[in-house]
């Protein structure tokens, strides 16, 4: 198969593409850390992947999408699976307090995800067939106090997603929007772990099978679905004056 | 950030960072306080504190594979990189770790740094004698490459140094053919210790072998094993499992510290003996499960309970070996301490390494669930161990003396003379270290 892989370093992104090497496949890396890129190219390489090439990117710049899809779509020539999973997690008080700082980390985790959307999606439509899978969040799903910067933005791309995957039905291509718990990254680094966290690797596990059987929304571990299901009861009387 | 070996005894508070690349890496080596000690750590698998220190760098984000040689069956990592990693990719090609230890999850790192030993050590050595290169971050920034030939002073201090000489990066490991990633195992019962040491002579030939002892056992009955010996075997009609999976059990949090007590170590120790008595005396499994039976249950340490556990490893030379353990063995029966995994192996011949625990002679293995008086217990095996010329494993240990390691060690001087050349302000040091003399612990 051919996998392109948007903001491939992420330790999420980067279990999967190991997954994929490992199946024999074909990768495009989008990255913006060019050591960290070659490197992981390098390794995937020895994974068994069958060819690797890479471009690093900051994707903030959003005019650079359309040159960097296409550079991908020459490489691979058809792509069958694209997967966006660049995020960052913002500083909650400096986002609620500054709005240039708000901005930054919407650009990141929405406004370029949508750029990348429409430019994946106009090719996707042409080939006709292919999957679209993108990394969103559970903080997606009801804005909490501590992240709803982060949560505006990510939920900002699941209600995309779902348009988009009834826009492209007709031509084949699916989308997929998976919605990890708390994920033990670099991202999380300074969190300190319990039971609920999860490694990388059983996020990647689920997003390569979630692609596979064309799942639609999937949580990464899937248990979080109940989670979610519970926090989205709390009334919001009793929910607002939560600090979680 | 709290921070534990596996025993979870000692716990330390220290700031941890895993740098995502050898840039950050360098960087942070760079702008740190040469003051404060550093240690590196892999997958945290070692016992006790090791891989402990007031700043600790985790090599979780060194995973990259940098290249394979399908002809020659090299392969070049990242000192991150996990042997389930590796078998990962050298299982599906026929291809097999020369060493394994008890665990796949430790890392190329920690193995280099502690030279760990398999059931295989009497005919194969340790890890690093499988080791054909490895580069190595100096306290001053420099990166080296070293091996047997080229610094092979810095070589023999690294393999088996505990990372104090400084921060392994890569590595490059010889692998090698095996007739199939099955083993055919036998079990052959001992009713005492002697027959098990009569056993271990007798089967010096078989390429895998370690015993499981009734640490319990006492009389007649001491030292009562099952003596597990393996060999590589190519079962072409059984599909073998090519991906060695992790835990598919969990134990989900501590269980309390009382449900191991003497009483149901006996029952569980005379059990395990008795189910072997009608076991299959011989049986092909799967080389995950022969090679790695506890990694099947996720954090199998909270069986010990909160206050965490240790395990007691010795080494003493053929001389006398027989004596010291049954020594051993007696004390802690007669302590009623002990634990389900007391395992026995003989060793092969050492290496060059300056601190490598592996020599010829029996290795004793004793795990104690951390309680008030146990330390008292370990510096009476303590005793018998230097009695008879033996030595305890760093990579288990998290309380012995500076004066217990110094007799066991006798190359620690070398040691701490070219460490002083290469890191002369003392920038990696571990808990572990300024405990047994080898770096200083006020400075
Ligand atoms: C269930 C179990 C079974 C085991 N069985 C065996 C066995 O059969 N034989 C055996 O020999 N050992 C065995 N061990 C011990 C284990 O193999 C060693 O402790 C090994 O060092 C652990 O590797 P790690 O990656 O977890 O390293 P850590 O525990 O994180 O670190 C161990 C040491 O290595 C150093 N280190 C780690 N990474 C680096 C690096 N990149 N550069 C420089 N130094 C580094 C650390 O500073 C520390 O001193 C077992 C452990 C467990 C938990
Ligand atoms: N970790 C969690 O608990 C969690 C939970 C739910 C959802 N997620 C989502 O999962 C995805 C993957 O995150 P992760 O956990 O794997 O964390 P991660 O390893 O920190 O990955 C985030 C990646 O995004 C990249 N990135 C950020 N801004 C970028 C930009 N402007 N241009 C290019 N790349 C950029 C980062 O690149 P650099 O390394 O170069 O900075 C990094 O590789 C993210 O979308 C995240 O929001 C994570």
């Given at each position: 198969m051919k996998i392109l892989i948007i903001g491939a370093t992420s330790a999420i992104a980067i279990a999967t593409a190991r997954l994929y090497a490992e199946r024999r496949d074909h990768l495009f890396l989008i990255a913006r850390n060019a050591e960290r890129l070659s490197d992981l190219a390098a390794d995937l390489r020895v994974r068994g992947a069958q060819s690797v090439a890479c471009k690093a990117l900051?994707?903030?710049?959003?005019?650079a999408h359309a040159a960097v899809i296409a550079e991908a779509e020459a490489f691979l020539q058809h792509i069958d699976v694209a997967l966006i999973a660049h995020g960052v997690l913002p500083d909650q008080t400096a986002s609620a307090t500054d709005y240039k700082h708000a901005l930054n980390s919407i650009t990141t985790n929405g406004l370029s995800v949508i750029s990348l959307l429409t430019e994946l999606a106009k090719r996707m439509q042409a080939q006709r067939s292919g999957t679209i899978a993108v990394i969103t969040s559970v903080a997606g799903m009801r804005g909490r106090q501590p992240n709803y910067v982060y949560g505006a933005a990510k939920a900002m791309v699941s209600t995309y997603l779902q348009g988009l995957r009834g826009r492209l039905h007709e031509f084949n291509v699916h989308v997929v929007d998976i919605r990890p718990g708390l994920v033990d990254s670099p991202m999380t680094a300074q969190f300190p772990k319990g039971l609920l966290w999860s490694r990388p690797e059983v996020v990647a596990n689920k997003i390569v099978n979630s692609v596979a059987r064309k799942q639609h929304t999937v949580y990464a571990p899937g248990y979080w679905r109940w989670i979610l299901l519970f926090v989205i009861a709390i009334p919001e009387a009793l929910f607002k004056r939560m600090k979680f | 950030m709290e921070l534990s070996g596996w025993g979870r005894f000692p716990v330390v508070s220290a700031e941890f960072v895993e740098p995502l690349d050898f840039s950050s890496l360098q960087m942070l080596l760079a702008s740190s306080d040469p003051s404060a000690k550093l240690v590196p750590r892999g997958?945290?698998?070692?016992?006790?504190?090791?891989?402990?220190?007031a700043r600790v760098i985790g090599s979780r984000f060194m995973d990259n594979f940098s290249a394979i040689d399908e002809t020659a069956r090299t392969i070049r990592c990242g000192s991150g990189v996990s042997l389930r990693q590796l078998l990962r990719l050298c299982m599906p090609r026929g291809w097999f770790l020369p060493v394994v230890p008890?665990?796949?999850?430790?890392?190329v790192g920690g193995a280099i740094a502690a030279d760990v030993h398999g059931k295989n050590h009497h005919l194969d050595g340790s890890f690093c004698d499988h080791v054909l290169d490895l580069t190595l971050l100096l306290a001053n920034g420099e990166l080296i490459r070293c091996s047997k030939t080229s610094n092979p002073e810095l070589f023999q201090a690294t393999c088996g140094g505990m990372g104090l000489t400084g921060i392994i990066i890569e590595a490059t490991l010889q692998l090698r053919e095996v007739p199939g990633v099955f083993i055919q195992r036998r079990s052959l019962l001992a009713h005492s210790l002697r027959e098990c040491f009569e056993l271990f002579e007798v089967n010096s030939a078989s390429s895998y072998s370690v015993a499981w002892l009734d640490c319990l056992a006492r009389g007649k009955q001491q030292g009562r094993s099952v003596l597990y010996l393996g060999e590589h075997v190519d079962v072409s009609n059984k599909r073998p499992s090519q991906h060695p999976t992790r835990g598919w059990l969990t134990v989900p949090f501590d269980l309390p510290?009382?449900?191991?007590n003497s009483y149901s170590l006996n029952l569980f120790n005379s059990a395990y003996f008795q189910a072997k008595r009608y076991a299959p005396k011989s049986d092909t499994v799967n080389s995950t499960s022969y090679f790695f039976p506890l990694d099947g249950i996720a954090h199998w340490n909270r069986l010990y309970g909160q206050r965490g556990f240790l395990q007691y490893q010795c080494l003493i030379p053929d001389d006398g070996a027989f004596e010291a353990i049954s020594a051993i063995l007696h004390k802690v029966s007669r302590a009623g301490k002990g634990s389900f995994l007391s395992v026995l192996k003989k060793m092969g011949a050492a290496n060059s390494n300056l601190l490598s625990f592996p020599g010829p002679g029996y290795t004793l293995a004793l795990d104690f669930k951390f309680e008030p008086g146990l330390f008292a217990l370990l510096e009476e095996l303590d005793a018998v161990v230097l009695a008879y010329g033996g030595r305890l494993y760093l990579a288990k240990d998290a309380r012995m003396s500076e004066a217990v390691f110094k007799a066991g060690y006798p190359q620690w001087e070398k040691f701490v003379t070219l460490k002083q050349k290469i890191d002369p302000h003392g920038l990696f040091a571990s808990q572990q270290s300024d405990r047994v003399g080898l770096t200083q612990a006020v400075r």
């Open positions: 900051n994707l903030d710049e959003v005019g | 997958a945290g698998l070692s016992y006790g504190d090791s891989a402990l220190a008890g665990t796949a999850n430790v890392s510290a009382s449900l191991l």
